[in-house]
Every structure is written in structure tokens, then in C-alpha cells.
């Protein structure tokens, strides 16, 4: 199995970013195992929507600098690129930083946009994914994901990240289409993540995120940065060192289920500043959904899943919650929020999406039971 990296990095300060960023690409070989000379190469950032650097929603802009310089120096073309999910996309880079970046470096940050088939792969669950032309068009990939705890999958890292290459709306309707169950969902990210093969992965977990994320919960300074050929080996060693349980995982259960080599963990594949045994302490994880206890059993799935609520009180009247829904199960008037709980696919795009932290969880009986006993 490949080797993951783990960096400690304490801060953002630039000249320390770059040095861990560059002791990132040494160890896999050097800048020049991956880039060559006139190379179009995607900075595939985590966006999400708009959100100012101190939420910790998005790729911090001090390593998409480091990253971006890089390529430059190696004679690549850089282009930082995401679709978000509702924002404008310009609105919502400028809040990330990573406008700045490309302007001060003269390189190109824009939407990814026009949707062309994903060429699938053997043994793909899901075939005519289609992702931005510009994704198929990079030469190389770099994706320089976040390390968030997320409310429908668990966890998003490196493998999560990748879903940001389809294109706009698209992504609600794959979220639509594969429903209620989260291991299908994640066979989803595993074929995305295997047709896209990003180059390598660089994962910002300097201040990440814990509790209610991937938007609305708090920053958590895990002191590290990520750095694998193979994300999805990363995120399996991360599981854990976030004090996660695998089988709680929807990522690591498509990937078992597939036989797939990285999920037998071996912790001599970690190298770096800390090891896979290391447990970051009191990191808070969603307790949305239980896997492990009750695995996807479809009758029961709405009863085993939290439901999306409406905190009046913080609400702005915004809209953007009903307008990402693509079940069709919110409605928005005058700052009320109308939940048809039967058609909710428990998504959770809507509270991805709230600006205002005013859409929280509320655990089913049953995922209460389960989380006391567990
Ligand atoms: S109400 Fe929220 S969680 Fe339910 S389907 Fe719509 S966006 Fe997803
Ligand atoms: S719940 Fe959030 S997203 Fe929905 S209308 Fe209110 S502020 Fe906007």
C-alpha cells in the first residue's frame, strides 16, 4: 500500500507553509516527478461555498500560494479551480483568498464548469459521471483538500474532495439520484476519486474542522499536514486518528466492500512527524447516522438517519437552503422553513449550505439509542 505523510505545521506563516509543502513533494519524489515543463496543472482547492478563511471551511490560500509557486518554478501552468456548490463562484473565491492568489501570481482561478464524461474504470459502480472538461483537459492533478468531519459521509478529505469536479447542480442530483444510503454515496466518491487520479494529494488539517461540518461546525487545530499519492489510504490512517471507527466510515465500507487494498491498514505506511497511533484528543464527530450498529437496511432508513431542523432564531430569509435542496423536500417563505421529512434524502446540502449555522441535526430515537449504547 502507499505511503502517507503527515507534516507537523502548527500555523499558516507563509515561509513554513512553503517549506512543508515542499518537504511534501520530496518525499514523493520531487516537484519534477510530477510536473514537467508546460504542464496545465488543476489546483483542485476545497471551496464549498463562500466562507471567510477563519470558518476553516476552505483550502487556506498560504498553501495554495506554496503549491501554485511551485508548479510555476517547475515550469507548469497553474489553474485553481472548484465548483461550488450554490455561491457565485467568484464571490465565493474572493472570500477564500484564493482570487488573491492567482492574481498576485498572474495564474488563472475559475469555476469548474462544462461537464464531459468521466472515462470509468473497471469494476465502477457508477459509469457516465460526468466532471468539468477541465479536469480532463489538466495534464496533472494536485488536489489540495481540507480535514473536516462532515455531517452525511463522516469525514471529508482527499477522496471527498474530488467531488467538487462535477460540475455545479449536477452534484445535487447525484445526491437525489443515490438517496438515502451512504455506503452507495461513497461508492460514488470512489469512482469519482478513480477516474480523476489526482497526482498527489496535499490535505490542510493546520486548523481543520470538527462537530457540525462540513460548514457549521468549529475550527479544530489538528497541527498537520497530509500529503499521499493515494488519498484514500490517507483518509483510512485519518480515520482513526481522529478517533473514528472504520465501520462508521460509509468511505471505508464501499472500499471493503471492494476488496480495495487500503483498507487493510498498515501503520508502517505512515512516515513523518507523527504516526498512525497518534489519536488527536476530544475531536468531535457527527453522530448523524450509525453504521456500524445499523447498517443500511433501506425500510428503515429515514427512522436511523438525524433529520435537518430549522433554528428560527438565526435565520437570515436567505433561501439558499430550499434553492440546493434537490429532493424537492424544503420549502423557504418569510424566514420559515417548511421539511417534508418523507421525501428528505438526509443529504444535508441544506445545512452544508446555510451561511448562518441555522439548520441543525436532530438525531432519530433510534440513532440516539444506538449512540448511548455504542
Ligand atoms: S431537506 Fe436538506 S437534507 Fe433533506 S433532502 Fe433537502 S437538502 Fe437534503
Ligand atoms: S436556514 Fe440558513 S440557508 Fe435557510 S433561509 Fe435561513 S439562513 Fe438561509
Not at 470558518?55 to 510555476?72: E, F, G, K, Q
Not at 488519498?231 to 476488496?259: I, S, V
Request: aromatic content about 6%; some cysteine; proline content about 5%.
Amino acid at each position: 500500500m502507499s505511503k502517507v505523510l503527515f507534516i507537523r505545521q502548527e500555523n499558516y506563516n507563509q515561509s513554513e507553509i512553503d517549506s512543508a509543502v515542499l518537504r511534501a513533494f520530496d518525499h514523493f519524489g520531487g516537484v519534477s516527478h510530477f510536473i514537467s515543463k508546460g504542464d496545465k496543472v488543476l489546483l483542485k482547492v476545497n471551496l464549498v461555498s463562500g466562507h471567510d478563511i477563519e470558518r476553516r471551511v476552505t483550502t487556506d490560500p498560504s498553501i495554495v500560494r506554496a503549491v501554485a509557486r511551485l508548479v510555476i518554478d517547475a515550469g507548469g501552468t497553474p489553474l485553481i479551480a472548484d465548483s461550488p456548490g450554490i455561491d457565485s463562484f467568484k464571490s465565493a473565491a474572493e472570500k477564500a483568498g484564493f482570487m488573491a492568489v492567482a492574481r498576485e501570481l498572474g495564474i488563472e482561478c475559475h469555476e469548474l464548469t462544462d461537464p464531459v464524461e468521466l472515462p470509468s474504470h473497471d469494476g465502477a459502480d457508477f459509469h457516465r459521471i460526468q466532471v468539468s472538461k477541465y479536469v480532463i483537459e489538466a495534464d496533472k492533478i494536485i488536489s489540495l483538500a481540507k480535514l473536516k468531519t462532515h455531517g452525511q459521509m463522516y469525514l471529508t478529505m482527499g477522496v471527498k474532495n474530488l467531488f467538487g469536479c462535477v460540475p455545479g447542480r449536477l452534484k445535487a442530483g447525484w445526491h437525489y439520484n443515490v438517496g438515502l444510503n451512504r455506503e452507495k454515496f461513497a461508492s460514488l466518491l470512489l469512482d469519482i476519486y478513480m477516474g480523476v487520479k489526482p497526482d498527489l494529494t496535499i490535505l490542510d488539517g493546520v486548523i481543520g474542522m470538527d462537530g457540525d461540518g462540513p460548514t457549521s461546525g468549529e475550527p479544530y487545530n489538528f497541527g498537520i499536514i497530509g500529503a499521499a499519492v493515494d488519498a484514500l489510504a490517507m483518509d483510512m490512517h485519518l480515520c482513526g486518528m481522529l478517533g473514528g471507527k472504520l465501520e462508521d466510515y460509509p468511505l471505508y465500507m464501499a472500499a471493503k466492500k471492494r476488496n480495495m487494498p487500503q483498507c487493510n491498514i498498515d501503520p508502517s505506511n505512515v512516515e513523518g512527524d507523527i504516526d498512525s497511533s497518534h489519536v488527536f484528543s476530544g475531536v468531535k464527530l457527527p453522530k448523524t447516522r450509525s453504521m456500524r450498529l445499523l447498517p443500511h437496511i433501506p425500510f428503515l432508513d429515514r427512522l436511523m438517519t438525524s433529520k435537518p431542523v430549522h433554528i428560527p432564531e438565526l435565520c437570515i430569509g436567505c433561501g439558499r437552503c430550499a434553492a440546493v435542496c434537490a429532493a424537492g423536500a424544503l420549502k423557504h417563505k418569510d424566514r420559515h422553513l417548511y421539511f417534508d421529512y418523507g421525501k428528505c434524502i438526509r443529504c444535508y446540502c441544506c445545512h452544508e449550505m446555510c451561511p448562518v449555522k441555522a439548520i441543525k441535526f436532530r438525531e432519530s430515537r433510534l440513532v440516539k439509542i444506538v449512540n448511548m449504547i455504542r
